[in-house]
């Protein structure tokens, strides 16, 4: 058997605290908004103006504090969403060269509008299915090394207070992004990102981030980023997070994270926050209908989720069980004309419907042991 994630996760999905997004998206009529506060401090940030002769040397140290905000939602279809990004920022700056004065700024810093679209996602080996070898049921599966991947389109709107402005106007945003699975508390995300794009201030940038979930509620990040920018004038960096996060209820999460930032003219810059996610989900899983002999089973499709990782096994550890409240629709088999075939064994069929009854009874308990574990969850 194999098993698939799916866009919507029973519990929320966010991209904080760390820089990196996900091919996945929120799923349809699901609406999230991920906030929080940040404290930026720099040091010594160096650049040149080149448009004079010779070129003049700038350097200013700063103190900067903030909030950031995303809005995602998941509209039309499953594997699109439409997401909006903004930071409103105040920044204080002091310039050391090639005068010493002050300046200061506060209005939005970043005003992005984008869609992200899944393009692949992978499908892994349902192991609990292996009961002929314990080495098979635990060993890696090498199908998790193909990961995921969407795609990325943005527009950065100019929208922003003078201080930030980037001087060439509106830009284009792209990216790919790709998620591998390494376990089932293991993920590794990656983004390649090419920001305001054909304009003297574009710049790619590389992520790599890896989560971990220590427990049902808590999980931890570490992360890596590096920019490469196309105006010489400004300097690349290099940026290296951790945090964690916290799953208060299934549609609620809090974050905290450090960033050290590291620049190629010695600055040393670090950038403290903290936040919460929340969605209103009113997702509607598409059904799955599954035939066991006669007998016709509907299920929700399967998802999975970064604190979403405890599996009840379906039929003795398969797909992850129904939430749905409708019971088990089971048919009745058809009746059978008459034939020249031999006559059935009455045995044979006796055995087979109680077998069959035993699954129905199986999967009935799994979804209410589901059922009672997210309520418990929901209190909490």
């Not at 820089?19 to 940040?38: M, W």
């Not at 090639?98 to 892994?124: M, N, R």
């Not at 890596?224 to 916290?246: E, M, T």
């Not at 903290?274 to 499709?301: A, T």
Request: proline share 4%.
């Amino acid at each position: 058997m194999q098993i698939s994630w799916a866009q919507y996760t029973e519990v929320i999905n966010s991209r904080r605290p760390g820089f990196a997004d996900s091919p996945y998206g929120v799923g349809t009529k699901v609406y999230q908004v991920e906030g929080g506060l940040f404290y930026k401090n720099t040091g010594n940030y160096l650049f040149w103006d080149f448009t004079s002769e010779p070129p003049i040397q700038n350097n200013y140290s700063s103190k900067a504090f903030g909030t950031d905000v995303t809005f995602r939602t998941g509209q039309f279809f499953e594997k699109l969403e439409l997401n909006l990004d903004l930071a409103v920022q105040n920044e204080n700056r002091d310039y050391k060269s090639p005068e010493v004065y002050s300046a200061s700024g506060f209005g939005f810093s970043k005003l992005t509008v984008g869609a992200k679209y899944l393009v692949y996602k992978p499908t892994y080996t349902d192991k609990s299915k292996e009961i002929r070898s314990w080495r098979a049921r635990h060993s890696f599966d090498k199908k998790r090394l193909i990961p995921a991947v969407g795609v990325y389109a943005g527009l950065n709107t100019n929208l922003l207070q003078e201080m930030f402005k980037n001087p060439d106007g509106i830009s284009p945003k792209f990216a790919i992004f790709t998620q591998n699975d390494l376990s089932n508390k293991w993920v590794v995300l990656t983004n390649f990102i090419m920001d305001h794009a054909f304009t003297d201030y574009s710049e790619n940038s590389f992520i790599l981030t890896t989560t971990y979930s220590l427990t049902q509620r808590w999980s931890a990040f570490g992360e890596g980023q590096a920019f490469f920018r196309k105006q010489k004038s400004i300097p690349n960096d290099f940026q290296f997070g951790a945090g964690g996060a916290y799953l208060i209820h299934k549609n609620m999460q809090a974050d905290l994270s450090g960033r050290m930032i590291f620049d190629e003219r010695g600055d040393n810059t670090f950038l403290l926050g903290g936040g919460v996610s929340w969605r209103l989900d009113n997702h509607k899983d598409k059904i799955i209908r599954q035939k066991i002999d006669n007998n016709e089973v509907r299920l929700k499709e399967d998802s999975g989720g970064f604190f979403n990782k405890i599996t009840f096994g379906l039929f003795a550890g398969g797909a992850k069980a129904s939430q749905n409240k409708k019971m088990p629709n089971v048919k009745p088999a058809k009746a059978k004309t008459r034939s020249l075939e031999p006559p059935v064994n009455k045995k044979a069929m006796r055995a087979k419907k109680k077998n069959n009854k035993r699954l129905i009874k199986q999967q009935k308990e799994k979804e209410k042991a589901e059922r009672k574990y997210y309520k418990k969850l929901e209190k909490n």
